[in-house]
DNA sequence: CTATGATTCAAACGAACGTATGAATCATAG
DNA sequence: CTATGATTCATACGTTCGTTTGAATCATAG
């Protein structure tokens, strides 16, 4: 029974994710999903009670760990480093490091949930947005603060803004790895799509960090005082 | 006439990019967008002929104008510099400060487009991606060019990777401000909105243009050799 | 074996969706 | 002033949406 029901649940959420990654929130229907689960239509509102909340469960199944391998990764870098601040690359790889490594572990989602979170963080509905801002919250919280010991001439509102400009790169790199990179349309070298991901990696975090500890950006006439 | 058919079109345009931006594509109907506009719900229907083509006509009106300038700009840095490639960071305030200034330009869409244009590069609808793919394309690749030539000594595909998280950083920092902004939650000092808007071009364009000349990624062990 | 509670199922609900229609209204040309 | 074509309007069409319902089926406990 209990195998019966969490096979079912699972099912859902596994269908749920892929559908909503590839269509997203609005674009997904509920018989979509069943469907493609094979399963019953009024299994999503029997265990999940409603669309919402099954939205909520798919992000929750792979946020509550993410966010503590995040916290966890910070309290051993911090336990190592007796007292003195963690190199800004510490704090970067263990923040969008291991975002990024979920992308070659299915177990936790593989690159479906990466893109499908990637996309939502820019999502238009409402509900959506507060739910993630809320789960993310005390985990971006303890790495600004990180951040702001490993770079103490940087002021604050710089490394915010820059830790901003930095989830979104990350966002966009992996959730428009096949959507916008019409766009770019490299002509390029085509690099097979391991090679392509295991370099990504390494990719984006010279350019986090690049655009990290970039010189300070000189602000034009007024409004320079409080600098 | 004429002037009363044009003002319906562009009532119906402001009032669906202003809903599009809050709501998304699939989240906007076309009674809210009628009811917004004041027009018949017909309306949309028989100027623009169906939701999709209006969505297209939204981007169209900004679009135009937005990449006439950033070629317009990128000629008259070519012009400027006989035969001599021109500064990184001027290409990169051609394609990205050209964006950013519509900010500033309610004439051009303002706010509300840049916050429309950043959320929609990861839209998950199929036909807005290809749309703005497609929209896209002839400028990217001139941009592209130009940077190849800026920075020799930087692989080709580096380049295109870097342009894309450059992409991403700004679709993010325009179309966040106020949604994830929840997850920063800066209680930074409250600088007032004009000045955070002032400050963020330059802030951003110090941190793409340091992500963008970064140090070159160590790849591990194989597949080095392509390199 | 029987009873009980959990799960699945087919079917239906009302609401909202994008679109189409034909008559009414408007502005201009002859 | 009248005729013509463009625009607006109220209304309806057929679908699809998320959700609900009550009976059927299942697994386990007594």
Do not use: C
Request: hydrophobic residues 45%; negative net charge.
């Amino acid at each position: 029974m209990a195998e019966s029901k969490a096979d079912t649940r699972e099912r859902i959420l596994d269908a749920a994710e892929r559908l909503f990654m590839a269509h997203g929130y609005e674009g997904t229907s509920m018989r979509q999903i069943t469907s493609e689960a094979g399963v019953n239509l009024a299994a999503i509102n029997y265990h999940f009670g409603s669309k919402e909340s099954l939205m909520q469960e798919v992000f929750r199944r792979r946020l509550d760990w993410l966010n503590e391998e995040r916290l966890r990764v910070l309290d051993q870098f911090e336990a190592e480093s007796d007292g003195k601040a963690i190199k800004p690359s510490l704090i970067v790889d263990g923040f969008f490091g291991t975002l990024l490594r979920i992308a070659d572990d299915e177990e936790r989602g593989g690159m479906t949930f990466l893109r499908l979170l990637g996309r939502t963080l820019t999502d238009p509905s409402e509900f959506i947005r507060t739910f993630l801002a809320h789960e993310y919250k005390a985990v971006v919280d303890r790495y600004k603060e990180a951040l702001f010991r490993a770079l103490p001439d940087v002021p604050k509102a710089e490394i915010v803004w820059r830790f901003h400009f930095m989830l979104g790169a990350t966002s966009y790199a992996i959730a428009g790895t096949d959507s916008l990179r019409l766009v770019t349309d490299w002509q390029i070298e085509a690099e097979d799509a391991t090679d392509r991901l295991d370099r990504l990696v390494p990719r984006l975090m010279s350019f986090l960090l690049g655009g990290l500890r970039a010189p300070l950006p000189q602000f034009s006439e007024a409004a320079v005082d409080s600098l």
